[in-house]
């Protein structure tokens, strides 16, 4: 896309991503939000969510979000454990994010939801660009659920199906 972000509308701009996103097996669902110009869900084959939109205030970025739901097991087990266990957890998952470049929040407690994030801005958004950071955001995702299970093994997996809206 070229330098100028005003030569593209936002639908063209979600048509574009759109069009990316499936070429990669994403499915799509259109959704609403008052803070986006346009958002969508796009779920991957192994059934892994991201919400993927535009944000009206500032126009220029598309933003990529994917939020985990800890199970209300997994909460409980967690508040149980002691607190510098928790607290283990809880840093090590956080420098694990810090590593990977995303933006998270909801890593404290209680440990009820965390989300992971990162934005492209129109100037810089290429097909290449895009899916590297659609693959990081996934990453993170992936990242959250197995440190999660790794540390509370004795429980199933949290559920990564969440829908958390662009802020």
Do not use: C
């Amino acid at each position: 896309m070229p330098d100028n972000e005003d030569l593209y509308s936002p639908e063209q701009v979600r048509d574009q991503v759109q069009t990316w996103l499936m070429g990669e097996g994403w499915s799509l669902s259109e959704k609403a939000h008052e803070g986006a110009s346009w958002l969508v869900q796009a779920e991957d084959p192994a059934q892994r969510r991201l919400l993927v939109g535009q944000t009206k205030s500032p126009a220029d970025q598309v933003r990529i979000q994917a939020t985990v739901v800890v199970a209300a097991d997994h909460r409980e087990h967690f508040e149980a454990l002691p607190s510098e266990v928790k607290d283990a957890i809880l840093w090590e998952l956080r420098f694990r994010l810090l590593n990977m470049s995303v933006d998270f929040s909801g890593i404290g407690e209680p440990l009820e939801r965390v989300t992971v994030a990162q934005r492209i801005y129109l100037d810089g958004l290429t097909k290449d660009r895009f899916l590297q950071r659609v693959a990081v955001v996934k990453n993170a995702l992936i990242a959250v659920i197995w440190s999660i299970g790794r540390r509370l093994s004795h429980l199933p997996a949290p559920s990564s199906h969440g829908d958390v809206l662009i802020h």
